[in-house]
């Protein structure tokens, strides 16, 4: 049993700034990479960032220079800090924990319920 739990989202104005929470518990062996995905009705979900346990992390072009991606590994967590908000950064956002539960599985995708994000004036 693999849990992800998103916590933080809210509404701002624009240029504000909002720090999402994800919390990955569970019979976690190993954790290849999180992240962070977003969708508003009528669209594809999409990726925000990610941040793997090895390499580097990855934005979208969008969000580029305005958010940050961190993560603490003895806690499971990964943060998301949104600065610079603008009204189309609105949506539901999830969080990914691509993990495996034992040494010998393949990482598997697992996703929190989501957490909206609303920027407006």
């Known amino acids: 049993q693999v849990q992800v739990v998103e916590s933080g989202g809210g509404l701002v104005q624009p240029g504000g700034s909002l720090r999402l929470s994800c919390a990955a518990s569970?019979?976690?062996?190993?954790?290849?990479?999180m992240g962070w995905y977003r969708q508003t009705p009528g669209k594809q979900r999409e990726l925000v960032a990610t941040?793997?346990?090895?390499?580097?992390?990855n934005y979208a072009d969008s969000v580029k220079g305005r958010f940050t991606i961190s993560r603490d590994s003895a806690k499971n967590t990964v943060y998301l800090q949104m600065n610079s908000l603008k009204p189309e950064d609105t949506a539901v956002y999830y969080c990914?924990?691509?993990?495996?539960?034992?040494?010998?599985?393949?990482?598997?995708?697992?996703w929190g319920q989501g957490t909206q994000v609303t920027v407006s004036s």
């Open positions: 990914l924990c691509s993990c495996s539960i034992r040494p010998t599985s393949v990482p598997y995708d697992y």
């Open positions: 569970g019979s976690i062996f190993s954790i290849y990479a």
């Open positions: 941040i793997p346990s090895r390499g580097t992390t």
